[in-house]
């Protein structure tokens, strides 16, 4: 990977004396590098660099030179998508909103889900020889497949709006990112050059995921897949290639055949929530010895008995508890966030009838992403595993702070709070 992204930093370093010496010269400060001028200069090294580095580098990887220069040809970046580091202008701040790392409630919002089971539902219908036969095919169930076409897309009905190759050219070449985005923007030429697709058709969303599956174009490569027999993968526009695309995603990631991806339980007082994650499971019968049933207090089916499950609670004590099993970390494989993997499995319940959860998720405290990156720093700095420290709650960094909170005594929620961000400044 090395001999591919390491170009880019002498670029941004000739890019950015570039700047400053336009800047300069037309006597203006750094912070109004926008001027016309300095965004030529960008433009230019640009498409030195796209000539110089990338068409090298497609080159090996079998494109043709007819490919690229059709790709190219009127390829200019967008200054205005996210994570830019654009010599002269301030860095935008990184905290995250997403409701995954505010309120793990608001990702569960019931109007929409009450909508994808309405939608979904009917879609489920209209395509029924098509999900039966790929249910057949892939080993994974129709109601999770359409769950996800549902999440990522909302069916299709929500396209993609900007060009792959516009937005993974400008973040390799100056993103934050720039070294994951690159080889994705070798893999989006590959796809131009094997599948034979126009590249208007390439949309993606701004951080380049493409179709209604939303797959990386290094994903599409590897697990997009012909669903139509027409001779192409098109998930753009093609429902049956968009839906087998998914369901091979997931077989690929270890998806097993008749399995649920798990259910919702009643974790008792007695039960530590520090036992969560993906390291700690264990069989189903001795989470039900216990005394985790599922809620409303029936027991934990008999067929799910000797097979290894794993304790999700995904807000600690102050949201709803489940018990899942490994199908789950497939889901997680799409999306590496437990509530992703969690709305697509309640999901698809509901897709077969299903009520709405029954655990209450409590109001919590807004927290901003680089005070869990403090307080995780924290905990690693006392001992604790919080896993990677990024600033984002996650399996490893619940267990933590469930952990911190017995060592002190304190109450277990193994979830954080103002109090306990301010315990730790």
């Known amino acids: 990977m090395s001999d591919l992204v390491s170009p880019l930093d002498h670029v941004r370093a000739a890019l950015l004396a570039v700047v400053l010496c336009t800047v300069l010269a037309a006597g203006l400060p750094p912070a109004r590098a926008q001027a016309p001028d300095a965004r030529q200069a960008v433009e230019a090294q640009f498409r030195d660099w796209l000539v110089q580095t990338v068409w090298l580098d497609a080159q090996k990887r079998g494109v043709s030179r007819e490919t690229f220069d059709r790709a190219f040809a009127a390829i200019t970046l967008d200054w205005d998508l996210p994570e830019l580091q654009i010599p ?158 998914i369901a091979n995603y997931l077989r690929e990631h270890g998806w097993r055949p008749g399995q649920g991806w798990g259910i919702e339980v009643h974790v008792p007082a007695s039960v530590s929530c520090t036992l969560e994650g993906p390291r700690q499971g264990r069989p189903a019968r001795e989470w039900a010895r216990l005394g985790i049933t599922r809620v409303g207090g029936a027991a934990l089916p008999p067929e799910s008995r000797n097979t290894t499950a794993f304790l999700l609670m995904p807000a600690g004590r102050l949201g709803p508890s489940f018990l899942v099993s490994e199908n789950f970390y497939v889901l997680k494989q799409y999306n590496e966030s437990d509530l992703y993997a969690l709305f697509i499995g309640h999901l698809a319940d509901r897709l077969r009838g299903a009520s709405a959860l029954t655990g209450h998720w409590s109001p919590l405290d807004l927290m901003k992403r680089s005070d869990i990156w403090a307080m995780q720093k924290r905990l690693q700095a006392e001992g604790y595993d919080v896993g990677k420290v990024d600033g984002l709650v996650g399996f490893a960094t619940r267990t933590a702070i469930g952990q911190w909170q017995a060592r002190g005594q304190r109450q277990e929620t193994c979830f954080p709070d103002a109090a306990l961000i301010e315990a730790f400044r």
Do not use: N
């Open 88 to 245: 002269g202008r301030p860095a935008a701040p990184g905290e995250q909103k997403q409701a995954e790392f505010q309120s793990p409630g608001r990702y569960f919002a019931e109007a929409q889900l009450a909508s994808l089971t309405k939608t979904g539902s009917g879609l489920l219908k209209r395509w029924e020889s098509i999900l039966v036969a790929i249910e057949q095919l892939y080993g994974v169930p129709r109601e999770i497949v359409v769950a996800i076409w549902g999440r990522e897309s909302h069916f299709g009905r929500v396209a993609p709006r900007h060009q792959a190759l516009r937005v993974l050219s400008t973040q390799a070449f100056l993103g934050r990112r720039g070294a994951l985005y690159y080889p994705e923007l070798l893999a989006a030429l590959v796809i131009l050059e094997e599948d034979h697709l126009p590249g208007e058709t390439l949309l993606s969303s701004w951080a380049g995921a493409m179709g209604q599956p939303q797959l990386l174009p290094s994903k599409f490569l590897r697990f997009a897949v012909d669903g139509d027999g027409d001779g192409r993968r098109d998930i753009w526009r093609s429902v049956p290639d968009a839906l087998a695309s």
